[in-house]
């Protein structure tokens, strides 16, 4: 059983940047494919980033592609997200997830997860 905790949101301005952080424990090593996504109210939650532990392979939404960057700690067991050049449009609850198996990575549909945190919520203001 994996526990994800995430931590770093907070409120910005447009163009400022913030570092999100996610805690992973229990059953690490059958971690396959971890990622971040996000959801405002009244909207669907969306994928921003993700990372291929076997092969370091990483992706990104294309509204986060140059401005966003995923990596991870395996000493740590941690997961981040950092986030720059912050739009208002990057508004909302941001999860952090893992796949015990690879097809969520290699599939990139961005289904598949089977664990999640409790999200942290990061307000851009313009």
């Known amino acids: 059983q994996v526990q994800l905790v995430e931590s770093g949101g907070g409120s910005v301005q447009a163009g400022g940047s913030l570092r999100l952080s996610c805690a992973a424990s229990?059953?690490?090593?059958?971690?396959?494919?971890v990622g971040w996504f996000r959801q405002d109210p009244g909207k669907e939650r969306e994928g921003v980033a993700a990372f291929y532990s076997y092969t370091g392979t990483t992706y990104y939404a294309d509204s986060v592609k140059g401005r966003f960057t995923i990596s991870q700690d395996n000493a740590e067991n941690t997961l981040y997200l950092q986030m720059s050049s912050l739009k208002p449009e990057d508004t909302g609850m941001y999860y952090c997830a893992a796949a015990t198996w690879s097809l969520p990575c290699l599939s990139r549909n961005w289904l598949g997860y089977n664990y999640w945190g409790q999200g942290t919520q990061v307000t851009v203001s313009s």
């Open positions: 229990g059953g690490t090593q059958n971690k396959y494919c």
